[in-house]
């Protein structure tokens, strides 16, 4: 297939104003009537060919203003249909096709979920339902007429305000016709046909309208889906609030389907999501789980303005609205919760996701210049690094400049598919700031690194701070240019005083906002009026997506662990203790391995941890696996890695012993579950001292485990035991996994946690495991859930069996893959995402891989997904 280039992006030749769509549901034999009401596009080429979408489609008819069309009137493929004369003035077309819902195993346009029906659009599943312009600048009002046996779907559900519904054929068949007033692109049609249980509310929006709430769910998970519906409503409210955004439509609902591809779809008024982000219990979903059902729920909302009111121009765009979304509901959540801890877990998943694939072949621009699928581009990099760069240019403009300059998005691009230039134009405005320098933060790959070096002058009383910056080569992307960082500090002294700011080499504005503006390849920053040799704290809040090098020497961090005032650079600095006694270990370098200055710090942050749980769990939490690997960043042995960090833990877990018991003991669930941040906190530290004080005494964490997996009330704490236990092995972990899954059976959302927990034991027999899992009655490799919580766990999350040297773990990946990819390629290429890293392992390692990937690519019949993520993992 040929390559899509951002260069030569032109306006479509035709507009459709209107759309008209009426659907006969059938399990097999759904048939499609789309009416178009078409003009020629004034900004398109004159007397073009009128050429539409389509995508394994069955043409049954079609009639050019009311007259039938032969077959010498257009030419019809499964994937294209093609009317080379259609007259100069407006007309109507009216296609007939055929499509086979049961049949669709690829989740994309229309399928089914169980016995409901449901669609999925974005990017390119409009053009499975109906031959169209599909593609997001062409934007046409919508009505649907959706009709059914009663008996198969008693609900019928589409975009935007129900306008009439009632009975036909006596009663056994009905209808349903829905309007969306507002002008959309094809993907974000949506509909849904199901014998659905439903939650119902309403909301009052800022402007008096009353709005009708609904989340639709599987009969008997009503009482699951509260948590999903205050999230809802807070949402809204929130979005009115903070941003002035009011929702536009009579009813708004929220349909939940167990089988989807991602997490949830942004459809006009009708929200589609997968059941793991709105169904939660305090019985079966963990503290986790409720964060992610808050966030997804804010984010797809939130889209109704960052994405439908004002959607993409082209596809090439979308981080003009994922990744401004992601911004706003990772606000949301700060709000919500603990602004601090936020933004670590955002920072966190930043590291884990984002930064190795800038890192790696699949390394692409915020706002990619050219694709081979579109699918392939729903990434960390569009949808995190996206968000961090709304960060830093909120960072760097201001709040007030920011608000305004959304205002001024808000009311200028309402109605039209946009682009980044027209986004970076308002705050431009807004700000009265030339942005040209810092766009290239969207066409420039690459994570940059910024080293810095510091000199006191005792007797100036000078402090000379230098930054330099440099971004490594990506894949297309040989040279690379110097992006604009802002870099956020203060300076403390040594017992932990704020030092005023005072340079020559700064601009006031910089100075009086303790931002100071990299935008070249080096700058050299003298302070003065430093009375003693001070501790920096740099890139505070996480400013900007570069890399610092090098972290500060032990002491400093100490230090900035204990009187920093931005709570982001204090957990910097535990995981930077972290991580250099970790890599001591793996260096052999004794004297730097000993971790008592980390230990005697985290000893400090117990005594006070009441104050702030959260923090004090995120602090203890040491550097993943992942982050190990990324900070080596060459010649990676995961088990090398992994026994460095296994040895740190448990010398944590020694020297901390005692107080991490009181800990234990003390943060107990008092009573009732309640999924607020402030209780969740309390029991993310309690259970990551459970972590450590396994890794310090087995047998000690095996008897609190235990006795906790018995006693839970909650998911949280009984995964969290169970998942110690798991690591701890032995006949107390098969027994716990066996009463689990003999508890929950039959409950998929709980199931998948069974079945990830087992695929991520660090241990050589997990591998058989996995592979004896995947012939377990409920596994599918129909259901993306259960694909994700066996085979991305498995090759995610457990490094040293997936990178095992025998080639285990790889083959286990590319049969899967393999197997996956003819039924559902979107699923596979994302699976083979989990190679993104590949030419940082150590030699034996990358020639097992190399092998796969050719493997992978010599097979016949691959889908574009699934070729595009092999190629360019090899290329
Ligand atoms: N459903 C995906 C999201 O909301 C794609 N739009 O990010
Ligand atoms: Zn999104």
């Not at 934007?139 to 009975?167: F, H, M």
């Not at 240019?481 to 704020?498: T, Y």
């Not at 066996?790 to 049969?815: E, Q, V, W």
Request: some cysteine; hydrophobic content about 40%.
């Amino acid at each position: 297939t040929a390559a899509i280039r951002l260069a030569d992006y032109r306006p479509a030749d035709f507009v459709i104003d209107s759309v008209e769509l009426d659907f006969s549901l059938n399990p097999t034999k759904t048939k499609v009537v789309a009416r178009l009401a078409l003009r020629r596009n004034p900004a398109g080429e004159a007397g073009a060919p009128l050429v539409l979408d389509g995508d394994d489609l069955t043409l049954i008819g079609v009639r050019l203003d009311g007259r039938a069309l032969g077959p010498q009137d257009y030419a019809a493929t499964p994937d294209k249909l093609t009317l080379a004369a259609v007259p100069d003035a407006p007309f109507v077309l009216e296609i007939e096709t055929q499509v086979d819902p049961s049949a669709n195993t690829q989740l994309s346009g229309l399928y089914r979920s169980g016995s409901a029906y449901c669609t999925q659009c974005e990017a390119e599943g409009f053009r499975r339902i109906t031959y169209f312009l599909d593609r997001p600048d062409v934007l046409s009002v919508y009505t649907t007429r959706i009709e059914a046996e009663k008996s198969d779907a008693p609900i019928l559900l589409s975009n935007g305000n129900p306008v009439e519904s009632g009975d036909i054929d006596g009663g056994t068949r009905h209808y349903a016709i829905w309007r969306d007033p507002f002008p959309k692109p094809s993907y974000l049609f949506a509909l849904v046909g199901g014998d659905l249980g439903v939650v119902r509310d309403a909301f009052k929006t800022m402007s008096g309208r009353l709005v009708d709430l609904a989340i639709y769910v599987e009969h008997g998970k009503e009482p699951r889906a509260g948590y999903a519906m205050d999230a809802l409503k807070r949402s809204m409210r929130w979005d009115e609030e903070k941003f002035g955004r009011e929702y536009d439509l009579d009813v708004f609902n929220i349909v939940a389907v167990s089988d989807f591809n991602m997490g949830a779809m942004e459809n006009k008024g009708l929200n589609i999501f997968n059941d793991k982000y709105v169904l939660a219990s305090p019985e079966t979903a963990t503290d986790g789980d409720y964060a992610g059902i808050e966030g997804v729920i804010a984010h797809e909302y939130f889209h109704n303005w960052t994405g439908n009111r004002i959607t993409c121009r082209d596809w090439f765009q979308l981080c003009l609205k994922e990744g401004l979304t992601v911004f706003r509901d990772q606000e949301f959540s700060a709000d919500m919760r603990s602004r601090a801890v936020e933004r670590i877990s955002d920072v966190r998943g930043l590291r884990l996701a984002q930064f190795p694939e800038d890192a790696g072949p699949l390394a692409h621009p915020v706002r990619p210049d050219v694709y081979q699928e579109i699918n392939n581009f729903y990434t960390a990099t569009v949808y995190e690094k996206g968000a961090e760069i709304i960060r830093a240019l909120r960072t760097l403009i201001g709040e007030d400049d920011f608000r305004r300059g959304m205002d001024l998005y808000f009311e200028r691009f309402d109605g039209a598919a946009a682009t980044v230039e027209d986004f970076l134009s308002c705050f431009a405005e807004a700000s009265g700031r030339d942005l040209s320098h810092f766009a290239l933060w969207y066409s420039q790959a690459g994570t940059p690194l910024v080293t810095t070096s510091e000199e006191y002058d005792a007797a100036a009383k000078t402090f000379t701070l230098t930054l330099r910056q440099e971004t490594p080569p990506t894949p297309g992307q040989s040279e690379k240019r110097p992006v604009v960082i802002p870099i956020a500090l203060a300076l403390f002294s040594e017992n932990g005083q704020k030092l005023d700011l005072a340079s020559e080499d700064a601009s006031a504005r910089e100075l009086a906002r303790g931002l100071i503006e990299l935008d070249r390849p080096e700058r050299v920053i003298r302070f003065r009026d430093i009375p003693s040799r001070p501790v920096a704290s740099l890139l505070r809040g996480f400013s900007a997506p570069v890399r610092l090098e090098p972290a500060p020497a032990s002491e400093d961090l100490e230090r900035l662990l204990a009187h920093d005032d931005d709570p982001f650079n204090r957990w910097q600095a535990a995981q930077s203790l972290a991580l250099r006694a970790i890599f001591a270990r793996v260096n052999g370098d004794g004297a730097a391995s000993d971790a008592r200055g980390l230990t005697d710090a985290l000893r400090l942050l117990l005594a006070k941890a009441e104050g702030d749980p959260a923090f004090a769990a995120q602090a203890l939490s040491l550097p993943s696996e992942i982050d190990l690997a990324r900070e080596k960043g060459s010649d990676v042995d995961p088990d090398v890695l992994f026994a460095a960090r296994q040895s740190l833990r448990a010398e944590i877990g020694r020297a901390l012993g005692e107080a991490l018991e009181t800990i234990h003991a003390r943060f107990a669930d008092p009573g009732a579950y309640a999924p607020d941040a402030a209780s969740a906190g309390r029991r993310a530290l309690r259970n990551v001292a459970l972590d450590l004080i396994a890794a310090g005494d087995a047998d000690k964490g095996r008897a609190l485990a235990q006795a906790q997996f018995e006693t839970a009330g909650n998911m949280t704490d009984r995964l969290a035991a169970l998942a110690t236990l798991a690591h701890l092995g032995g006949a107390a972990r098969e027994d716990a996994f066996a009463r689990f899954y003999a508890q929950y059976a039959g409950d998929a959302l709980v199931i998948d946690k069974w079945f990830s927990l087992q695929a991520t034991i660090p241990e050589e027999a997990t591998t058989r495991r996995v592979q004896e899992l995947m012939t377990h009655p409920e596994f599918s490799m129909s259901n993306p859930n259960r694909v994700r919580a066996l085979i991305s766990a498995f090759a995610n999350a457990n490094l040293t069996r997936f990178h095992a040297l025998d080639g285990s773990g790889y083959d286990l990946l590319t049969r899967v893959v393999l197997e996956l990819d003819p039924k559902n390629p979107q699923l596979s290429a994302r699976l083979l995402s989990s190679l993104r890293s590949w030419r940082t392992l150590e030699a034996r390692r990358r020639e097992l891989v190399e092998t796969r990937l050719k493997h992978i690519l010599a097979a016949e019949n691959l889908s574009a997904d699934l070729r595009d993520i092999a190629t360019r993992a090899l290329g």
